[in-house]
């Protein structure tokens, strides 16, 4: 965002999705980042034992973390 407080719109667009095999079993995370200036970046991952909505939180997480840091390089 910018200093004056106004913004011509936000920074990025995130799309996120996570799912388990089950209630506990393996299970994967996804999000896509679209920036302003039209970078794309995906990023995608899992863990052996885990839930649905472990997995959905986790893509939501990971996606504010990367995107943050992104903004701040």
Same mark, same amino acid.
């Given at each position: 965002m910018s200093g004056t407080g106004t913004s011509p719109g936000p920074e990025a667009h995130v799309y996120t999705d996570g799912a388990s095999t089950g209630s506990r079993g393996p299970g994967g995370y996804g999000a896509v980042i679209t920036y302003r200036n039209g *970078?794309?970046? *995906?990023?995608?991952?899992? *863990?052996?034992?885990t839930t649905n909505l472990r997995m959905e939180l986790t893509a939501a997480c990971v996606a504010v973390r990367v995107s943050c840091a992104d903004s701040r390089s």
């Open positions: *970078e794309t970046k *995906e990023i995608s991952g899992g *863990e052996p034992n």
